[in-house]
């Protein structure tokens, strides 16, 4: 059985044989590790590509520059993230630079954190979370 990864580096999908963890494992095209936890910041085109094209679950933490609570609860996002790698993808949208996504999402407060799985979106919460919380719900759903 394998596994579809969207790259976080160049976006190539890769196929990867299912494993419970991993100790390495490369992007076939940019030969950059597909186990990179660093959140993805994404437009569009790379939001889409991720969501269509990936096995495992996206977290996307719907954000802006102004906003108290994002800022708080960014670095743990970040550290959250680290411990999900190839089980879950993290990634952020900014909602002022991005707001045909904020739209599509129907974003109505910030922080909003929204899980996709093939893609449909499974679970949403609004609020900064801290790290124990967001490692608790991404669990939930993967």
């Not at 196929?15 to 569009?44: M, Q, R, V």
């Not at 974003?107 to 996709?116: D, L, M, N, Y």
Request: net charge positive.
């Amino acid at each position: 059985m394998s596994l579809k990864i969207v790259c976080p580096h160049c976006g190539k999908v890769n196929a990867i044989p299912f494993k419970e963890s991993y100790a390495k494992a490369n992007c076939g095209a940019c030969k950059n590790s597909l186990l990179d936890t660093k959140p993805i910041n994404f437009d569009e085109k790379s939001f889409d590509n991720q969501v269509l094209n990936s096995d495992i679950p996206l977290i996307v933490d719907f954000w802006a520059a102004w906003c108290g609570p994002c800022k708080t609860m960014a670095p743990a996002f970040e550290e959250a993230a680290q411990s999900f790698a190839l089980k879950a993808r993290f990634g952020k949208v900014d909602t002022e630079a991005q707001q045909n996504l904020a739209g599509r999402f129907g974003i109505r407060s910030i922080p909003t954190i929204i899980a996709f799985k093939n893609n449909k979106e499974i679970d949403r919460v609004s609020g900064a979370l801290s790290v124990t919380q967001l490692q608790d719900w991404v669990k939930r759903l993967i």
